[in-house]
């Protein structure tokens, strides 16, 4: 059955330095985004993506964050310049189409922790 | 998008079927309900969605009420592995994004 996959599944990092989020969404999907997870909260939503363009984002990702399918397979996050509250599970989805009924299917997560 | 309203934990002996009530007494002619869990702080995954009639695949089934104010997601002999949280989430076709509520945590005990 294919599958997201995320890499990679723990980055520690220091405050202030870059980090970049990688996901390989199924195939055939065409739709992607990005959510996170702080712990013990909900998860929320960060960003979606089409046709190399976001169509959507939060007030949660704001000028440090950036995404990017930089070749036909992968789609990454970047987070400039990283603080201790980005600090969280991030999640990478995918889907076939926009909205309903196209169901997200969700990779395992990268656990980002800023120290 | 619409709220929903779970309540925060419900327990589950194995074997038997896990009933978990959801309502989204707000919802719009437009929107679906979805259900995903969360096992653990693994990824969410998807079990089911639909609009008006009941739906039933491989995993759960889904009965949402004629007036579609609320919803009930049903595993059918759960078991030790369906331990997670279940989040019922109204979704549209003007938003890609899913609104992810605190959901409820199912325990189903040997």
């Known amino acids: 059955e294919p599958e997201v996959t995320q890499t990679p599944s723990h980055q520690v990092t220091q405050m202030g330095q870059e980090v970049i989020l990688r996901c390989v969404p199924i195939s055939n999907h065409l739709y992607f985004y990005w959510y996170r997870q702080i712990l013990g909260q909900k998860v929320e939503f960060l960003v979606s993506f089409y046709n190399n363009e976001i169509s959507e984002k939060s007030e949660i990702f704001d000028d440090q964050f950036s995404v990017e399918r930089p070749d036909g397979s992968n789609f990454t996050l970047k987070i400039r310049s990283t603080k201790l509250e980005d600090s969280a599970m991030y999640f990478c989805?995918?889907?076939?189409?926009?909205?309903?009924?196209?169901?997200?299917?969700f990779g395992p997560g990268t656990r980002l922790t800023v120290t | 998008d619409a709220k929903t309203t779970q309540p925060p934990s419900m327990d589950c002996a194995e074997g038997r079927a896990a009933n978990l009530p959801c309502n989204h007494s707000?919802?719009?002619?437009?929107?679906?309900v979805y259900w995903y869990r969360q096992i653990h702080s693994q990824g969410p995954q998807y079990i089911i969605h639909?609009?008006?009639n009941n739906e039933t695949n491989e995993m759960a089934s889904l009965i949402i009420t004629e007036d579609r104010k609320s919803s009930t997601l049903i595993l059918p002999h759960a078991t030790l592995r369906d331990t997670a949280v279940y989040y019922c989430?109204?979704?549209?076709?003007?938003?890609?994004?899913?609104?992810f509520g605190q959901g409820t945590t199912l325990q189903v005990k040997p």
């Open positions: 989430i109204a979704g549209s076709s003007n938003t890609g994004k899913l609104i």
């Open positions: 989805a995918s889907s076939e189409g926009w909205g309903t009924p196209y169901e997200q299917y």
């Open positions: 707000t919802i719009s002619g437009n929107e679906y």
């Open positions: 639909g609009l008006k």
